[in-house]
């Protein structure tokens, strides 16, 4: 489906469309989820937790498209997850008690969530190649460029902790490589966010880091 096809299949069920702010929870622990989401425009940062709910350096990122819940799985076959907004978003907000009949129900549903399971999969191929083929520098950058650019303010709102763990690097990196980016006037930044002053400084910063 393209993005203008997921807005307008959004529509079929205005009833269940919400709207989340930037820096705004969708859910504290996935464990407990009663609903599963189709993200229709914005981006999702989910942050596995353990048990005594400390973070781990693993996310996943969330975008149009994109499918998050526990899709009638019991708690025992879903990890201790959070997820908020890195941008404003619009979701459909499906009760877990309707997904699968709605599934069985609605072809083009169907077909939008196996095509998303099968994005999301080559989307985790790509962040282990980065891991591997990119420096933590390189990371930090691409995924502020990447990221800032779905947003017409060229913003995102994120920690350096969820950043470090986004891209899978130390918040050392993170506070050293915005630093780097501060100096040169590519970016700007306050609490939890990150504005983006100067796309190509990014673009050359990311060739030039190592």
Not at 20 to 47: M, P, T
Not at 90 to 109: G, Q, S
Not at 148 to 171: F, G, K, M, N, P
Request: with cysteine; hydrophobic share 40%; net charge positive.
């Amino acid at each position: 489906m393209t993005n203008r096809s997921v807005s307008e299949f959004a529509r079929r069920y205005p009833g269940l469309v919400r709207e989340y702010e930037v820096g705004q929870k969708l859910f504290d622990d996935k464990a407990n989820l009663e609903f599963d989401f189709l993200v229709v425009e914005g981006a999702i940062l989910e942050v596995v937790v353990s048990e005594d709910q400390t973070r781990r350096s693993s996310t996943l990122l969330f975008r149009r498209g994109d499918f998050i819940g526990r899709f009638g799985e019991g708690s025992n076959f879903v990890s201790h997850t959070s997820a908020s907004c890195l941008a404003r978003a619009v979701v459909l907000k499906i009760p877990e008690t309707m997904f699968h009949r709605l599934l069985e129900e609605d072809a083009e549903l169907r077909s939008l969530f196996m095509s998303s399971m099968v994005n999301m999969y080559h989307r985790l191929c790509d962040k282990f190649a980065n891991i591997i083929n990119l420096t933590p520098g390189q990371r930090v950058a691409r995924f502020i460029l990447r990221n800032a650019a779905r947003d017409s303010s060229w913003e995102i709102h994120i920690s350096t902790s969820e950043l470090a763990q986004a891209v899978t690097t130390t918040r050392q990196t993170v506070s050293h490589v915005l630093a780097d980016l501060r100096r040169d006037g590519i970016v700007e930044t306050s609490y939890s966010r990150i504005k983006v002053l100067k796309p190509e400084g990014l673009k050359k910063y990311m060739g030039s880091v190592s």
